[in-house]
């Protein structure tokens, strides 16, 4: 479910040249994000975001780092078994049914994808544990296609700023890929994630610290403690 939100979201929406603004500005800030999951090659970042649903960047990136050095391929972790494998993720919540939805995805990347992680939508949403959310991330973060993965904090800002304002996380993807503008959108995914995570979070948003708030709808601006 989205997090809260103190204030409702705003009925209004942010212009075009708000919207260029605001991009532009994320750019200058950060023209190069990156995601903060660990990994070094599709399989492993495919692993780290199915692991990622409900548990933060940070405690996947500890438990992988412990699982990747063993067990970096399909192969591999299908070696691994079910027990074994729960235990280098057991820090991580719903451990249980994400170990097993992992071995399920491993057996089909081998019997059916040689080994290798598909590059198309319909292919990865049809792995276990593999929603629309995760294959737009790898789709995005592993190919370079500008899709949008809206999880919470995505969901959160694009209703709070008035930039894509919606009810569900696919209505906010819809309006995303249709308001951004093109040169913007295969990194938006990146900033708006980490606006949400470390400015524009969810109780308290520090809109005394955000250099994209003169761009952004909500009103009033939180002021600074």
Same mark, same amino acid.
Request: some cysteine; overall charge positive; proline content about 4%.
């Given at each position: 479910m989205p997090d809260p939100i103190r204030r409702q979201p705003t009925l209004h929406r942010m212009n075009t040249a708000q919207i260029d603004a605001?991009?532009?500005t994320l750019k200058a800030a950060n023209p190069n994000p990156v995601t903060e999951l660990e990994y070094t090659s599709v399989f492993e970042l495919l692993t780290a975001v199915l692991?990622? !649903?409900?548990?933060?960047?940070? @405690? /996947?990136?500890?438990a992988t780092r412990r699982l990747f050095p063993v067990a970096n391929?399909?192969?591999?972790?299908?070696?691994l078994g079910l027990e074994e494998l729960e235990g280098y993720i057991k820090t991580i919540g719903l451990y249980h049914s994400k170990a097993k939805h992992l071995l399920?995805?491993?057996?089909?990347?081998?019997?059916?994808?040689?080994?290798?992680?598909?590059?198309?939508?319909? !292919?990865l949403e049809?792995?276990? @544990? /593999?929603?629309?959310?995760?294959?737009?991330v790898v789709l995005n973060v592993a190919f370079g296609e500008p899709t949008m993965?809206?999880?919470?904090?995505?969901?959160?800002v694009s209703n709070r700023t008035g930039l894509a304002p919606g009810k569900t996380p696919l209505e906010v993807e819809m309006k995303l890929l249709k308001r951004i503008p093109p040169?913007?959108?295969?990194?938006?995914h990146h900033w708006?994630?980490?606006?949400?995570?470390?400015v524009c979070q969810a109780r308290k948003p520090r809109c005394w610290q955000c250099a994209v708030a003169p761009y952004c709808d909500f009103r009033p601006k939180t002021p600074a403690p």
């Open positions: 605001f991009f532009a692991l990622s !649903a409900q548990a933060t960047d940070v @405690g /996947v990136n500890k391929t399909p192969q591999k972790m299908l070696d399920q995805t491993c057996r089909i990347l081998v019997v059916q994808h040689g080994g290798e992680v598909p590059r198309t939508r319909e !292919a049809a792995l276990p @544990g /593999v929603g629309r959310k995760t294959a737009n993965a809206v999880d919470t904090h995505i969901f959160r040169a913007f959108r295969v990194d938006a708006l994630i980490l606006l949400g995570r470390y």
